[in-house]
């Protein structure tokens, strides 16, 4: 995914990323061009924006090459948007969670991400016939679940899929506390899925992402996306 940097980058961050719930919503443009980096324009699919939730193990990390102890393995969970600078195509986020209060505080120090610790749990119900991934996030006085099951053997959606949109995607975006743009590329192999056959959230958006997100309280995903990840490798770019 994305062009291979010279050598001698070095890289920022690496780890696997398995396991992905990708629960792919249509959003009013009101919510989220607020929250544009300059530069950059929403990218629609269908004539409309979309958001992600989306839950994940990240596995094996290590930051400018070294594993911390304790801090290789955790669950994530964020709301993501897709974005557009030019013939790039990339994410945004409004909110990422992590458990560890270490890791949400030098993410929030250095890149300005929005991280917020908070108690999660990952689990992972692994069979001959299936796959099922489930991740929660303690947070404003209430448990919040994902949770999909697909089916095996994994496939590799096509390019003008609904499942490729919203998983491949080479670029990330934020603001610096000084407003301006941060850049960075994220590297990996193309994402096979598991086709699903079962979703269920238990989401307050208001709770999670402020009172004007709770408009999407009653919305169901236009569609489901569960991926089985890989390595990556994160580049920071000016």
Known sequence: MGNAFP??????????????????????EELLRPRLPPGLDLDRRDGRCWASLV???????????????????????????????????????VREFVPQRLVAGLARLIYNEPYRAARMSMRIDDTPESLTATYTVAWGGRTHSLRAEGLKPAVRPGPDSAEHFFKEHSWGYGVSRRG???????????????????FAADVDWGVLYGPEWAVMNDAAPASVVLAAGSAVSVYPKG
């Open 7 to 28: 050598a001698r980058r070095r890289t920022f961050l690496t780890a696997r990323w398995c396991n992905l719930v990708l629960a792919n919503y249509a959003v009013p």
């Open 55 to 93: 839950g994940f193990q990240f596995l094996d990390t290590r930051v400018l090459g070294v594993p911390w102890p304790g801090y290789r393995h955790f669950p994530e969970w964020n709301l993501r948007f897709y974005v557009r600078e030019g013939d790039r195509r990339g994410v945004c986020f």
């Open 180 to 198: 301006r743009p941060i850049r960075y590329e994220v590297n990996h192999p193309e994402w096979d899925v598991y086709p699903v056959r079962s």
